[in-house]
Nanobody, 115 residues
Framework: QVQLVESGGGLVQPGGSLRLSCVAS????????MGWYRQAPGKQRELVAA???????NYADSMKGRFTISRNNAKNWVYLQMSSLKPADTSVYYC?????????WGQGTQVTVSS
């Protein structure tokens, strides 16, 4: 089992920046990849960015160049640095971890981009 806890959401003005953090606990050595997803009201959950245990990264097209995913050396923290934020980025952001059997999800953190 893996437990995930996100932090760092909040209200930010358009064009601003925000950094999300997620810490994994439990059987972290089973984790193959971690990432961030987001879900806005009335919309499906979508991938924002992901990073594998080997360090390969993957971004949704609309986030490339604006968002950066990273992790610590112990591979139990994953971060999402968001810049040039737009109102369309307003969403609940979820941390995700995958092992060979299943996905794990955090409780989500709200990001609101508004003036």
């Amino acid at each position: 089992q893996v437990q995930l806890v996100e932090s760092g959401g909040g209200l930010v003005q358009p064009g601003g920046s925000l950094r999300l953090s997620c810490v994994a606990s439990g059987n972290i050595f089973s984790i193959l990849a971690m990432g961030w997803y987001r879900q806005a009201p009335g919309k499906q959950r979508e991938l924002v960015a992901a990073i594998t245990s080997g360090g390969s990264t993957n971004y949704a097209d609309s986030m490339k160049g604006r968002f950066t995913i990273s992790r610590n050396n112990a591979k139990n923290w994953v971060y999402l640095q968001m810049s040039s934020l737009k109102p369309a980025d307003t969403s609940v952001y979820y941390c995700n971890a995958q092992d060979i059997q299943r996905d794990y999800w955090g409780q989500g953190t709200q990001v609101t981009v508004s003036s």
